[in-house]
């Protein structure tokens, strides 16, 4: 047979693999790009369909309410399919004759029907498990973008395409498009997994950074203003988080349904653009002037240690006197500067220090060390409360009250018109209104 024609039947052959599975996708409700191919059926999981099962499906459906339409190459494609299992549609029957024939209706369908069945034997593992020879047209560059990020972040080829609900096959040859037009390897892949190469992971955070500007661009001045869409990128202080924001983030789903939430947690400082977050959660005053600020809350603070504690050590009966006495330390992950007491002596705020055996960086451990009677701790109010009521931990020095601690959304300059970043601010302001007050005038 000639080139051309195995050629042809090579496509048909592909085509018909595409039949069985949109037949799959149709049987189980999935997905078809999330299906495999391999030993005589579609597999979904533990789920299998044997491909005659399937080729039975297609006979019995009519051609015009398929949801696939493959023109010129379907009538090859059904007759492939025939050659390969037997079945009966429109006139031609089976089973095959004795000399290897079939009976037909048509000339021109029992031609068909005998180069199938003579490319059957050859082509079978291609309606299986071998793609279309004719590439897919190009990917968009905006969608092929989005399809690399995502392989990267789930690390897999499949997983990417299915949450796409695009082919496998379309996948790979679109991240072969964009290694070629940006003439770099972007990812490494081996048998388990899919990792970014050095300049993948460099085009990955630039890519991010492009689709992000692109959502913000076309939701700034859509009508989903009113309505915002998309994913927000938060990072929250992990006591802020647990203790007011997310015992009420339903309210805030309820409000914008559309607005899909990625949620950080910790007390360390983020590189907000390069990690590509959209808004930050912190207390203490703003230090970076690249970020726009906008102060949520003064949190009343307040100096205190465990009942233990103060039976060592005594109770101070004034700032001075914290000199001798035990603290635990508080430190940031990004430096090893150790906060002081601060606190409000003759109208100004002044920093005390104690001596201390024990430091932390994180913010339920600060506590957790006061409590276990490690010494003196400063911290907001509202993180202690229950603590002070059962009498856990004692307030002390309460005539020299400590400064009051501001509490700040920030986010990148350039995020400040996006809605979604816009709707969060302003409904976790009203959060922290409710549980601190009015903010007052700043000094």
């Known amino acids: 047979?000639?080139?051309?024609?195995?050629?042809?039947?090579?496509?048909?052959?592909?085509?018909?693999?595409?039949?069985?599975?949109?037949?799959?996708?149709?049987?189980?409700?999935?997905?078809?790009?999330?299906?495999?191919?391999?030993?005589?059926?579609?597999?979904?999981?533990?789920?299998?369909?044997?491909?005659?099962?399937?080729?039975?499906?297609?006979?019995?459906?009519?051609?015009?309410?398929?949801?696939?339409?493959?023109?010129?190459?379907?009538?090859?494609?059904?007759?492939?399919?025939?050659?390969?299992?037997?079945?009966?549609?429109?006139?031609?029957?089976?089973?095959?004759?004795?000399?290897?024939?079939?009976?037909?209706?048509?000339?021109?369908?029992?031609?068909?029907?005998?180069?199938?069945?003579?490319?059957?034997?050859?082509?079978?593992?291609?309606?299986?498990?071998?793609?279309?020879?004719?590439?897919?047209?190009?990917?968009?560059?905006?969608?092929?973008?989005?399809?690399?990020?995502?392989?990267?972040?789930?690390?897999?080829?499949?997983?990417?395409?299915?949450?796409?609900?695009?082919?496998?096959?379309?996948?790979?040859?679109?991240?072969?498009?964009?290694?070629?037009?940006?003439?770099?390897?972007?990812?490494?892949?081996?048998?388990?997994?899919?990792?970014?190469?050095?300049d993948g992971q460099a085009f990955y955070e630039r890519s991010k950074r492009v689709l992000q500007d692109l959502e913000d661009a076309e939701t700034s001045l859509s009508t989903q203003v009113a309505n915002p869409r998309g994913t927000l990128r938060l990072d929250l202080h992990g006591t802020h988080a647990t203790m007011i924001i997310l015992p009420r983030i339903g309210e805030f789903r309820a409000r914008y349904p559309h607005i899909d939430l990625v949620i950080s947690s910790g007390d360390r400082l983020v590189d907000l653009v390069g990690e590509g977050i959209d808004c930050v959660v912190r207390a203490g005053r703003p230090r970076d002037s690249s970020l726009v600020a906008k102060r949520l809350a003064d949190m009343p603070e307040v100096l205190c240690a465990s009942p233990?504690?103060?039976?060592?050590?005594?109770?101070?009966?004034?700032?001075?006197?914290?000199?001798?006495?035990?603290?635990?330390?508080?430190?940031?992950?990004?430096?090893?500067?150790?906060?002081?007491?601060?606190?409000?002596?003759?109208?100004?705020?002044?920093?005390?220090?104690a001596r201390g055996w024990i430091s932390v960086s994180d913010a339920a451990c600060y506590t957790s060390a006061a409590l276990a009677g490690c010494g003196l701790i400063q911290v907001p109010r509202f993180r202690v409360e229950e603590h002070l009521r059962a009498g856990r931990l004692v307030p002390v020095l309460q005539a020299w009250p400590c400064p009051d601690l501001p509490v700040s959304a920030l986010y990148p300059f350039h995020r400040q018109l996006a809605p979604r970043v816009r709707v969060f601010v302003d409904w976790v302001s009203g959060l922290y209104v409710e549980r601190f007050g009015p903010l007052r005038a700043a000094a």
């Open 308 to 353: 233990e504690y103060l039976s060592a050590h005594g109770t101070p009966q004034h700032p001075s006197e914290l000199a001798n006495h035990v603290g635990v330390g508080f430190f940031s992950r990004n430096s090893d500067n150790r906060y002081p007491f601060t606190l409000n002596v003759d109208g100004e705020v002044r920093e005390f220090r």
């Open 1 to 198: 047979m000639s080139h051309l024609c195995d050629t042809r039947y090579r496509q048909a052959g592909a085509a018909a693999r595409a039949m069985l599975l949109q037949a799959a996708a149709q049987r189980l409700n999935v997905p078809a790009a999330s299906l495999r191919t391999g030993n005589g059926a579609v597999v979904n999981g533990m789920q299998r369909i044997r491909y005659g099962e399937l080729a039975q499906r297609i006979a019995a459906t009519p051609q015009a309410s398929l949801p696939l339409r493959l023109s010129r190459l379907e009538p090859l494609a059904y007759a492939l399919l025939r050659a390969v299992f037997g079945i009966v549609r429109g006139g031609i029957s089976g089973p095959r004759s004795g000399n290897g024939g079939w009976r037909v209706a048509q000339a021109r369908q029992r031609r068909d029907c005998m180069n199938g069945l003579t490319q059957a034997r050859k082509l079978l593992p291609i309606v299986a498990d071998v793609p279309s020879s004719t590439p897919p047209p190009p990917m968009d560059r905006f969608d092929a973008l989005q399809l690399f990020t995502r392989i990267v972040e789930l690390g897999s080829f499949t997983g990417a395409a299915s949450a796409l609900e695009i082919p496998r096959a379309t996948a790979t040859h679109a991240i072969k498009e964009l290694e070629a037009r940006v003439g770099a390897r972007l990812l490494e892949r081996t048998t388990r997994q899919v990792r970014p190469t050095l």
